[in-house]
């Protein structure tokens, strides 16, 4: 493996990067049996190769991003070398480039920003991230309601043995059902295809939400609820200064798999909805036989849910932490 | 009518349900503490010393009998007979000011912030704790946290200090300067104290008074002893005082003796 610029070396420890087993065998060559204060005082000494903190910084980001982009560029030649005949099936990367190239480079047309905010151009002739915000709004709608409800009802769940006793049995059924599965109820009840779309991303969002949110205010240690108790709390003081900051990190366990899920059930919403959105996107590359912009969707599908699921976390950890 | 005193314990028994039927944890428990008074509890591990404080915390609601504290019944939890439990029990969200601040915001509703922050400040510096205001209990030392806990509960300007153990899962160190600060604390505040203890001088040193309890099931009180050494007290002192030794021997006596640790008779 030449390629790689961080190489690894046998060392004692295992497999350790080139740059680490170096400094560690300078370090025993030159104090071989030497005595413990010298030892000491070559610690304290500055390193044999002054490196500059920029130049440090950057290969610890090379250690951990290039593993994964070497990989990357491996699967893509393989990718490439294995559809690059003439019978095959998938679309080889530099045939996706060049028959989805328009897709690719102008994701934003359609798209435009003033001081009024954004704007979607409405019809079918919007670029893929206009298709990818139309369907980040109807998951925004979809999760906040399954957020709202799902930790009132969690809520509600956690505090009453009675209420989690007749619920979750309930809950532990429903939250079996896949999304898909909904859609011919969700199309029932609403008749219309937009809150149908919201309702199947909320049904597919909330159970984690619920039974994540119930495991936490069941864990809220009895400590905490006696101090409540002591203090005198009532019920609204107890919900906002112990039960809340105490259930916290459930919460996010259940909304961060929530938003991952509800991100998961939107293509099976727009599938109804038609017109906009990246699901209709892919529904409407597959019936146009445009495989190449399907494989671009899946990829913006992808980095968005990794977004959304990064954004949640980031968040999670900024509220337990203030 | 008898006068009772300003708290008063009367015929409380404790029944908890168990698999095996019910178990009587305490029984018929008679004890009256006068103002300002400061009580050690000391028995064996089970005996009902927690379950009893538990009760005059309003935690635990007896089978029978009744709390009096000051002419009323106590039924439910409240902020006058504030509880320090043994694992500190401060909020790992909230800084150390902001876990005082959460029960001078509960018990001084009516008085100005600025008040309330000053009566925050002033509680931390009596247990030495206002340079750690800003800190998180995850970052500051057991003892520290304890410190804390104690500022918290005399924040409240309890009519009864009820410690569980409170310094049971500190070194002895750390204890010993604990123990230095609450018997400072007290010697101002002249607050009643209900402490529960495992460690015969700490129960000596702080105690005007050891009440030692008989093992359980149905645990009760077996003796009730008056120490009444001159405060304040120096450890090193007060244990070179023949009321000291007597004390400690008496204590000693019976729980090693008359009521030995019923899992040691039955290995």
Known sequence: MSVSPVKLVETVAGMLPEYVSAAQSAEIIRHPSAPKEEAKASMSAPPVKARPAWLDRMNDIGATVLPSLLLLALVLGFWQLACSGEGATLPSPSKIWTESHEVIVHPFKGVTFDTGGMHIQDGGDVGIAGHVLTSLGRVAYGYGLSAIIGIALGVLIGQSRTAYRALDPFFQVLRTIPPLAWLPISLAIFQQAGPSAIFLIFITAIWPIILNTATGVQNIPQTYRNVAKVLALNPFEYFVKIMLPATVPYMFTGLRIGVGMSWLAIVAAEMVQGGTGIGFFIWDSYNSSLLTDTIVALVWIGMTGFALDRLVAFIGRRISRA | ?267
């Open chain 2, 1 to 267: 009518m008898k006068v009772r005193s300003y708290l008063a314990l009367e015929g409380i028994s404790v029944v908890f349900p168990t698999v095996n039927g019910p178990f009587t944890a305490v029984e018929n428990i008679d004890l009256s503490i006068e103002k300002g008074q400061f009580v050690t509890l000391i028995g064996h591990s089970g005996c009902g010393k927690s379950t009893l404080l538990n009760v005059i915390a309003g935690l635990t609601k007896p089978a029978r009998g009744v709390v009096f504290l000051d002419g009323e019944t106590v039924d439910q939890p409240g902020p006058d007979r504030a509880v320090i439990f043994q694992d500190h029990s401060l909020l790992p969200w909230l800084t150390v000011e902001e876990n005082v601040r959460l029960a001078v915001d509960k018990t001084m509703a009516g008085k100005s912030r600025a008040e309330r922050k000053d009566w925050v400040r002033h509680n931390l510096e009596l247990v030495h704790m206002a340079h750690a205001a800003t800190k998180r209990p995850g970052e500051i030392s057991g003892g520290m946290k304890q410190r804390v806990g104690i500022a918290r509960a005399i924040a409240m300007q309890p009519r009864v200090l009820l410690m569980d153990e409170p310094f049971g899962a500190l070194d002895a160190l750390t204890r010993a300067s604990l123990q230095d600060t609450v018997m400072e604390i007290q010697s101002q505040l002249q607050t009643t104290v209900v402490m529960i203890t495992h460690d015969v001088d700490e129960a000596v040193l702080l105690a005007d008074r050891v009440v030692m309890m008989t093992n359980g099931p149905a645990a009760g009180i077996g003796e009730d002893l008056p120490i009444t050494l001159e405060r304040p007290r120096d450890r090193i002192e007060a244990a070179e005082l023949p009321e000291y030794y007597h004390a400690r021997h008496a204590i000693l006596h019976f729980l090693h003796q008359r009521y030995s640790n019923p899992l040691d008779e039955a290995a």
